[in-house]
T-cell receptor
Framework: DQQVKQNSPSLSVQEGRISILNCDYT??????FLWYKKYPAEGPTFLIS?????DKNEDGRFTVFLNKSAKHLSLHIVPSQPGDSAVYFC??????????FGKGTSLLVTP | DAGVIQSPRHEVTEMGQEVTLRCKPI?????LFWYRQTMMRGLELLIY????????DSGMPEDRFSAKMPNASFSTLKIQPSEPRDSAVYFC????????????FGNGTRLTVT
């Protein structure tokens, strides 16, 4: 069973606008959440993370929001750039060290 | 850092053959993970090691799969015999101790079993 779900397989956004990628999880024991970005023929690269004791973490153009009551997190990219076009994976961790990944959302930023 | 290094990048083999995938983690990282990516299942954890010791292999699909980590700088994932349904991209990742340490991934091995 997928404990981390990304229900939108793809998203298209115009350059300069906001991209919002969503992620839901089912395991209330998850206490650390991460977003990874993946380009074709490369491995996923770490983008940003958030601990369950916070509800927001910001790093430059990237902000992650966590709503624990709804078991939902989102990644906001503002402003979006063509180089942001990639597949974005949401991941979550409980007490162990392994990550549970969603299936990814393919983001296309058009000029 | 050189990053996580995986070899080969591509492997094409016939059903029934043995396949060995290799990984060199980042120096100083004491956790190593093997993941598999398919369209149907996304990124799924196969096995992970801590200080060269397997900690959780519950994701290994069946006895045809085995993984070893003989030392801190090398790990292998072996499939014997291989089957067409094993076709996927296999990623190795490593991390440092600490629950807040992100995983660093290699570029993967794309396996095709015909």
């Amino acid at each position: 069973d997928q404990q981390v779900k990304q229900n939108s397989p793809s998203l298209s956004v115009q350059e300069g606008r906001i991209s919002i990628l969503n992620c839901d999880y089912t395991n209330s024991m998850f206490d650390y959440f991460l977003w990874y970005k993946k380009y074709p023929a490369e491995g996923p690269t770490f983008l940003i993370s958030i601990s369950s004791i916070k509800d927001k973490n910001e790093d430059g153009r990237f902000t992650v929001f966590l709503n624990k009551s709804a078991k939902h997190l989102s990644l906001h990219i503002v402003p979006s750039q063509p180089g942001d076009s990639a597949v974005y994976f949401c991941a979550a961790r409980n007490s162990g060290y392994a990550l549970n990944f969603g299936k990814g959302t393919s983001l296309l930023v058009t000029p | 850092d050189a990053g996580v290094i995986q070899s080969p990048r591509h492997e094409v083999t016939e059903m029934g053959q043995e396949v060995t995938l290799r990984c060199k983690p980042i120096s100083g990282h004491d956790y190593l993970f093997w993941y598999r990516q398919t369209m149907m299942r996304g990124l799924e954890l196969l096995i992970y090691f801590n200080n060269n010791v397997p900690i959780d292999d519950s994701g290994m699909p069946e006895d045809r799969f085995s993984a070893k980590m003989p030392n801190a700088s090398f790990s292998t994932l072996k499939i014997q015999p291989s089957e067409p349904r094993d076709s996927a991209v296999y990623f190795c990742a490593s991390s440092r101790t600490g629950g807040r340490s992100p995983l660093h991934f290699g570029n993967g091995t794309r396996l095709t079993v015909t």
